[in-house]
């Protein structure tokens, strides 16, 4: 990171000159897509400079806000959400040209919590246990598919088409529309066009307006089922709030787990005394995905500042926009020993990668389940996973962190269950 030697005209005129870094999580250095690419350990680097600075571009929109970079700043902003608002964090609407807001990801507490109030059972443990058996077959299914190979392109062949395939069934939504959902995702979450991100918004919103009209006074057999006839204080949703919150969950389920399936098997990849210990007592594998969920946080969030306030020492105006990089909160060595390492024993395991505070990840249960099963699974029919020869996994920064590129090869022929 280097500090900037002057104050842009754009910059507000209450942040302190010396607090102004150039950092931007898209295409800093280290954060841009690379071989070998490590983005955690530039995000790491932001631990020796300011408690608090500020980015004048730190979004994909190019505008400015503040990064906090410790724990406990990161506790405070998310816990107090009458100082730090969500409200437009992801502005999803404004790809369509309209002004909604994302429900709930958007919406403050106390409206936040009667949306809640519908998806909670959709995704509780029990819900998650009762759909275990399916996640496990279909992570068999995949992984038996390519077994013989010998080798694989991971994110394609697995990270990406596991927790989608998972996605679809549980929304509802038809499995021959794979490649057309996959092709969407990329465009809205990935695309460096803008105009190609519109033109996805629009696709997915038009798509979902139908499989909800399709359910509209039927039996709710999957989530879409669920918003299309759902209602909220004794009333049923409108159509702007049923879409609303098809989007998200939309947008949600499409790239976490497979950025957080990358970078977990990455590491279980380059080590191979690890993917022992975790064969040796198959017991030791929730441990171990709390610790490399904390290693690997991949989302970066943000809070609008509604009122002025301190934080870690920096005063912060209403309208300031805060950057809350999950995964620095991780490495914080106040709260973490020996941060910078992965001890997959770790505990306790109070990491951040699920965010905290109202807004916490609703699909929290799921994501450890498939990681957890996509483990178990891996470990048990390809041994001697490695990154293949000659080749270098492909990492890099975003709002989502996230593996682009990675082969792996193990040894042949082994017997499937």
């Known amino acids: 990171m280097t500090q900037m030697t002057q104050n842009p005209s754009e910059i507000p005129g209450h942040v302190p000159p010396e607090l102004i870094i150039d ?31 500020y980015a004048p571009a730190t979004g994909r929109m190019l505008s400015g806000n503040w990064v906090v970079t410790r724990n406990a700043d990161m506790r405070k902003i998310l816990g107090d959400t009458e100082s730090f608002s969500s409200w437009a964090i992801a502005g999803f609407s404004h790809l369509l040209g309209e002004t909604w807001d994302m429900i709930p990801l958007e919406v403050d507490p106390p409206h936040h919590m009667k949306y809640r109030a519908l998806l909670n059972p ?19 299914e995949l992984i038996v598919g390519i077994q013989n190979k010998g080798n694989c392109e991971f994110i394609e062949d697995f990270a990406r088409r596991f927790p989608v395939r998972i996605f679809m069934e549980l929304m509802g939504i038809p499995i021959e529309d794979y490649d057309t959902i996959l092709e969407w995702e990329n465009m809205i979450l990935h695309s460096p066009d803008m105009e190609v991100r519109i033109q996805g918004a629009h696709a997915i919103r038009d798509y979902l307006v139908r499989l909800l009209a399709e359910r509209k006074g039927k039996p709710a057999v999957d989530v879409l089922g669920h918003i299309a006839n759902g209602e909220v204080e004794g009333r049923p949703m409108t159509d702007t709030e049923q879409l609303s919150m098809s989007l998200f969950l939309f947008v949600a389920g499409l790239d976490t787990v497979a ?13 191979p005394e690890a993917q022992d210990w975790l064969r040796a007592d198959k017991s030791r594998i929730p441990a171990a995905v709390e610790e490399l969920m904390r290693a690997y946080g991949v989302v970066v969030t943000s809070r609008k500042v509604v009122r002025d306030i301190e934080i870690g020492g920096v005063q912060m105006k209403k309208g300031d926009v805060v950057s809350i990089p999950l995964g620095l909160g ?3 060595p106040e709260v973490f020993a020996d941060a910078g390492e992965v001890h997959l024993d770790r505990s306790p395991n109070p990491h951040l990668s699920f965010t905290l505070g109202p807004h916490r990840c609703l699909g929290s249960h799921l994501a450890r389940a498939e990681v957890a099963i996509a483990i178990e699974e891996w470990l048990e029919r390809m041994p001697g996973l490695r990154v ?30």
């Open 23 to 53: 950092f931007n999580h898209f295409t800093s250095p280290g954060m841009l897509p690379e071989p070998g690419a490590c983005p955690y350990k530039t995000l790491q680097k932001l631990l020796d400079g300011p408690r608090v600075f």
């Open 330 to 332: 991780n490495y914080d």
């Open 388 to 417: 293949k020869a000659g080749t270098q996994p492909v990492a890099r920064g975003g709002a989502v962190f996230g593996v682009d590129e990675m082969y792996l090869d193990w040894t042949k022929n082994q017997p499937s269950n």
């Open 259 to 271: 950025s957080s399936l990358g970078y977990v098997f990455r590491y279980l990849a380059q080590h």
């Open 122 to 140: 959709l995704f509780s443990p029990p819900r998650i246990k009762e759909m275990s058996t399916k996640i496990r077959s279909l992570a068999v």
